[in-house]
């Protein structure tokens, strides 16, 4: 396992080099700089203060303060989410789980791009909505986030620690509180030595000045006096960069769409309040006592004095002229560094040399007009395989700017012969010409996000102590390291480093420079133009079972289960498998495969089937691929959209495969999607024939034909031709139609009623998937299948969710239970009678357990359907 990891060690870690420029992303269109942003970098430079903010979900934070924070008081300013609210819902495609978390965390990314903050993470799964800290810190272990969380305190050393929440029930959510808990222990943890000592090899303690909680309106009661708190007004309007924070912050979560946080801009005064929790004690401002000029570095002083100097002859039409100063400045670190290291302080004063460093050099590209680019030839590459590699360098500076070498990361040798100088405004392509040996590179690695290389618990994810693996490898780097050493192990990173990347070294105005840029993949879009995507490192055969799909057996006739391979070269050939439980046969038991060239798809069929010896209930089936004798059991999985860079992700290539007793009544189902969900495929698996149908297609006549119309999540939410259309539903119910409508989210829904008499939806829900459940004697719980108390076990995530507070009386209630101490509630399932038809609304989390193969849940969707029908003569 060391040994197949290493090349994954080598790319995933991500050092503060000397003069080296590190990316902020691992791709994505590059950044390019305004001549005002670039004065609002010079002027960040001669602030040392950091803060960093602390929640427990993407879209926790507050957009506004982070923009304030990084862009007026000019703070290293950074959010740090427990999770990656891989347990929330998607309203813009189907992901659910891990490929919502890879999305919910590119969005923050996207974020940080715009208010100016950095992101980072610990290792807690978002299990889904739970109600106390109790419950969460049953499933997350509150050790390892509490390490992550210390380790990335101690990393980027904050002054001041933010909570966006109180650590109790005014939180509203178990992991809003739990986050809020683990921020004060992590306060005092970060500063003991003997709290985490593993870590003191790479970082040292450090002990925030104090810890506030950003509590607001919705957090006190009305009419409460805030007089008492510290408070400042983060509503303030930056000129260099034409907005107002309030502006940048809508912008900002504007980027959480998979979450509909598309926000409004907000202009003029914006009041926040803190409450101190911990630490010294503030009277007007979050910082007193806290110095942020460059008099807490040992003869810094005269490098704030150079700083401001750049500053006041800075020229906005000709930022070049700033090239020099800059130069001047950096100079004069590399000295404080010296000082640092004599007064054995270069753990305490080397932090903020080397964040400064850092944004010098991209100050100095952004001035000079730099720009450094490696683009792969093609989107993909197979691990040990050779790309061809665009190499161009542009610079647009009359500074001279002589490139002496372009090396990439896996190479020792240079590929470019030295000193070449670069023409103002000239793209300098890097060929054969001017290469000492071709710009192909062999390509290492693996595109997974580090976190998902193994399968996650409940509560946590996994992730590889690299670190303590390669001592080797440590110890290089801690030779070419600029002091003080910062060893990022990629526990708390947003994603990986990238794989493939060359180093652009040389010197401008004779001083050197060395800037870091990954390859990537370029292509023109004919309706969105010129997009980067991150270059896939991907295996030689990718194994796809599609996607979210349980299969599902009432009898046992055979199902076809197609497993679909994508070669990632071309010329891969083997054979293919199912690996089977007890008593369960395919047909073939396996099948050659040959793809000639890359990207060719080859689609297998397989024909499965329960014998007599399959055990009743849940298990899994695999698909695995052998080439070469090496086994391959991971499909690919793009994911697209136009607000995040492109991201692949490699599954692991099984199913649920369950053997259940089902009788159903009924067979044609039509469905309205809602925000996007695995039930209509889910429906399929048990012989319904199932029709998607527009909004429009919502009448009376049209729905007739149908046994049922089930109706998906949020759609009353989401389709605003819902409202329209209504009276059309109504009107199946009235002449003999079944509707179920699954859970709608109580606020945002496009109509006042979604049903036939009244309900208020309300938050509530039942978080435990198991909470044990007391059924009526409705007849929908009776026929066509007996639902038992059996049939809510093996649950996933959650039982339901946004279960009405109120009813008329004309609903009837089928099913009752709670969470731990709480009183029962007994909406899950509301059904009446309506005419000659029937309708029900149900928040049981069907979406969820239905593609997780819950067997229980497909006999309770059965008896939706069938309900008010008699059995087939």
């Not at 040399?353 to 050099?361: A, P």
């Not at 952004?366 to 792969?376: K, R």
């Not at 060359?502 to 309706?527: C, L, M, R």
């Not at 199913?655 to 039509?670: I, M, T």
């Amino acid at each position: 396992m060391i040994r197949s990891l290493r090349p994954l060690a080598a790319a995933l870690l991500l050092l503060t080099v000397n003069c080296s420029l590190l990316t902020e992303s691992k791709a994505q269109t590059p950044k390019t700089y305004t001549s005002s942003e670039i004065l609002l970098g010079l002027k960040k430079l001669n602030v040392l203060g950091s803060v960093m903010y602390i929640a427990a979900h993407p879209d926790d934070e507050n957009t506004r303060l982070i923009a304030y924070m990084a862009n007026e008081r000019l703070l290293e300013t950074s959010y740090l989410s427990c999770t990656r609210g891989d347990g929330g819902q998607n309203l813009i495609g189907p992901e659910l789980r891990e490929g919502l978390g890879v999305i919910r965390t590119q969005e923050l990314l996207a974020a940080r791009r715009l208010d100016g903050g950095r992101q980072f993470f610990t290792r807690a799964n978002d299990f889904g909505f739970s109600k106390t800290s109790d419950e969460t810190f049953k499933i997350w272990d509150k050790e390892q986030v509490l390490a992550d969380m210390v380790w990335v305190i101690r990393q980027r050393r904050p002054d001041v620690l933010i909570t966006r929440f109180p650590p109790d029930a005014r939180a509203g959510h178990g992991h809003h509180q739990a986050s809020a808990i683990l921020a004060a222990e992590a306060f005092d943890a970060a500063g003991d030595p003997k709290r985490f000592p593993e870590q003191l090899q790479y970082v040292q303690p450090w002990q925030p000045k104090r810890l506030l909680w950003n509590t607001g309106s919705f957090f006190v009661k009305p009419g409460e006096n805030m007089d008492a708190y510290l408070k400042l007004d983060a509503g303030g309007y930056n000129p260099l960069l034409g907005q107002s924070y309030g502006e940048i912050a809508a912008r900002s979560r504007s980027n959480h769409r998979s979450q509909g946080f598309g926000s409004a801009a907000q202009r003029g005064e914006a009041l926040e309040y803190f409450q101190p929790v911990k630490g010294e004690k503030a009277a007007k401002d979050l910082f007193e006592g806290v110095d942020q000029t460059w008099n807490r570095v040992p003869g810094g002083a005269a490098v704030g004095k150079l700083i401001e100097e750049v500053i006041r002859k800075y020229d906005a039409s000709n930022p070049s002229a700033s090239v020099a100063g800059l130069l001047k400045v950096r100079d004069a670190l590399d000295a404080r560094k010296a000082i640092a290291l004599k007064l054995d302080d270069a753990h305490y004063s080397g932090f903020w040399l080397g964040e400064k460093r850092e944004e010098i050099d991209k100050l100095v590209a952004a001035c000079a007009g730099l720009v450094f680019e490696a683009t792969a030839s093609s989107s993909t590459a197979t691990q040990g395989s050779e790309i061809s590699v665009k190499i161009e360098a542009l610079s647009r500076t009359d500074l001279p700017v002589v490139l002496s070498e372009i090396r990439s990361y896996e190479e020792k040798g240079a590929i470019l012969k030295p000193n070449l100088t670069l023409t103002k405004n000239m793209v300098a392509n890097i060929s054969a010409a001017d290469a000492s040996k071709s710009t192909t590179v062999s390509v290492q690695g693996t595109t997974q996000p580090y976190w998902l290389l193994e399968r996650p618990s409940v509560g946590m994810y996994m992730v590889p102590e690299i670190a303590n693996a390669f001592p080797e490898e440590l110890a290089q780097f801690k030779k070419l390291n600029f002091m003080p050493i910062y060893f990022h192990q990629v526990r708390g990173k947003p994603e990986n480093a990238a794989l493939t990347r060359f180093y652009f070294n040389g010197s401008i105005a004779g001083h050197t420079f060395s800037y870091e840029v990954p390859v990537q993949y370029k292509h023109t879009d004919p309706v969105l133009g010129e997009l980067y995507q991150p270059l896939a490192v991907v295996p030689p055969v990718a194994v796809n079972l599609p996607a979210a799909r349980a299969y599902v057996f009432a009898d046992a006739q055979p199902k076809t289960v197609p497993v679909t391979l994508k070669a990632g070269r071309a010329g891969v050939a083997g054979t293919l498998a199912l690996t089977l439980p007890a008593g369960w046969t395919s047909t073939p038991a396996s099948q050659s495969f040959a793809l000639a060239t890359k990207d060719a798809e080859q689609t297998v069929e397989f024909r499965v089937q329960p014998g007599p010896g399959a055990a009743p209930g849940k298990t899994e089936l695999r698909a695995v691929a052998t080439v070469d004798g090496q086994a391959y059991s991971r499909g690919i999985q793009t994911i697209q959209y136009p607000h995040i860079p492109t991201q692949t992700l490699f599954p692991e290539a099984v199913a649920p495969l369950v053997k259940l007793e089902l009788r159903k009544r009924g067979q044609n189902v039509a469905y309205l999607m809602g925000a996007g969900d695995e039930v209509p495929e889910a429906l399929r698996q048990v012989g319904y024939n199932v029709t998607l149908l527009e909004p429009k297609d919502l009448t009376a006549a049209r729905l007739k034909q149908y046994d049922a119309l089930v109706v998906g999540i949020r759609a009353y939410n989401t389709v605003d031709r819902l409202k329209t259309q209504q009276p059309e539903i109504l009107k199946y119910i009235e002449q003999g139609g079944n509707v179920v409508v699954q859970y709608v989210v109580n606020r945002g829904t496009v109509m006042p009623e979604i049903g036939p008499y009244p309900m208020t939806l309300s938050t509530d829900r039942v978080t435990v998937e198991d909470a044990p459940v007391t059924l009526s004697k409705h007849p929908l719980l009776a026929a066509p299948n007996k639902i038992t108390e059996q049939d809510f076990r093996g649950w996933v995530q959650e039982q339901g969710l946004y279960y009405p507070s109120k009813w008329d009386p004309k609903y009837q209630t089928v099913i009752s239970s709670s969470d731990p101490g709480e009183p029962a509630k007994e909406s899950a399932i509301l059904v009446t009678d309506y005419g000659k038809g029937h309708y029900i609304y149900t928040g049981l989390s069907l979406f969820r357990e239905l593609p997780a193969g819950v067997p229980g849940a497909y006999r309770l969707i059965t008896n939706m359907i069938s309900y008010g029908k008699e059995p087939a003569q």
